[in-house]
């Protein structure tokens, strides 16, 4: 079956860090640009940073210089570094493939990231 599973969110102080992972099976992630989504309470899920097959990526504003995305295509697995982090990053965090509508993999449960002192 075609998953994604999460892992490595938590809770963490302001300025911060944590690691994200993403397992993922088939073979649709090594051949697709993937991404790291959030999704904050009453807020419309959104994609913060993105990385193509090759490497290449890409960030939203508000993260950008704090995340950095990547991915191990022999273990079928993304990352996640989040560093200097703020309340405002506090979501649930999902991967998924990146510049599909909707997405290929069915959407994962998650990792919950919580920012607070």
């Known amino acids: 079956q075609v998953q994604l599973v999460e892992s490595g969110g938590g809770l963490v102080q302001p300025g911060g860090s944590l690691r994200l992972s993403c397992a993922a099976s088939?073979?649709?992630?090594?051949?697709?640009?993937m991404g790291w989504y959030r999704q904050a309470p009453g807020k419309e899920r959104e994609l913060v940073a993105a990385?193509?097959?090759?490497?290449?990526?890409n960030y939203v504003d508000s993260v950008k210089g704090r995340f950095i995305i990547s991915r191990d295509n022999a273990k079928n697995t993304l990352y996640l570094q989040m560093n200097s982090l703020k309340p405002e990053d506090t979501a649930v965090y999902y991967c998924?493939?990146?510049?599909?509508?909707?997405?290929?993999?069915?959407w994962g449960q998650g990792t919950q990231v919580t920012v607070s002192s």
């Open positions: 998924n493939t990146a510049g599909y509508y909707p997405p290929l993999y069915h």
């Open positions: 088939g073979s649709i992630f090594s051949l697709n640009a």
């Open positions: 990385i193509t097959s090759v490497g290449t990526t």
